[in-house]
């Protein structure tokens, strides 16, 4: 399989091409991806405050809880503690934290036989006064064989659901507390 960035309504959602292209710690942890991701939001609360909200993900998923959090409920406030961030750290339960930049990012990957290699960096920015934005490329590299070609026909589409969820849960939770 060669590399796609996609484009249309499943690779990018919220994401601006710009955005999109912007170079983030996920790209070294995958090079050579069959699928490139874009997603971005834009939040009405300050990076700080988005940030410690990105670190929540080390708890909860914040998606769709029956699917993917055993159908117990994301936190719906902040966890003290989770802020304190070290490599190895469990996200979303099947990612493993790799890289973070304090008040600004985290990068996670997960290596295994079914979805294969997923890389992903979520990476919080001033929007202006007291906003932010959110901003995660999700890089996917898929077994070879059927189950790959199924697969890069999938995730992008529940990529998509599942994180448009997460992100806009993310959102109000931070902008309500914000």
């Known amino acids: 399989m060669t590399a796609v960035s996609w484009t249309g309504p499943f690779g990018r959602w919220g994401a601006t091409r710009a955005e999109a292209a912007t170079p983030l710690a996920c790209d070294a942890e995958l090079p050579d991806p069959d699928q490139v991701l874009a997603r971005a939001i834009d939040v009405d609360a ?13 708890a909860a998923p914040y998606s769709y809880d029956w699917l993917d959090n055993g159908g117990r409920r994301s936190p719906r406030a902040l966890t003290p503690g989770l ?5 190895g750290q469990r996200v979303m339960r099947i ?3 790799v890289a973070f930049e304090p008040g600004r990012s985290l990068t996670v990957v997960h290596h295994g036989p079914v979805f294969g290699d997923i ?16 901003l995660v490329r999700l890089l996917a590299r898929y077994p070879r064989g059927p189950l790959g070609i199924v ?17 806009r849960t993310l959102r109000d939770l931070a902008s309500a507390a914000g």
């Open 95 to 97: 990612f493993e934290l």
């Open 83 to 87: 802020e304190q961030l070290e490599a």
């Open 119 to 134: 890389a992903g960096t979520y990476r919080v920015t001033p929007a202006g006064p007291g906003t932010s934005r959110i």
């Open 151 to 167: 697969l890069s026909l999938a995730l992008p589409a529940g990529d998509l659901v599942m994180m448009r969820k997460q992100l």
């Open 46 to 58: 300050p990076v700080e405050h988005v940030f410690r909200w990105l670190c929540q993900l080390r």
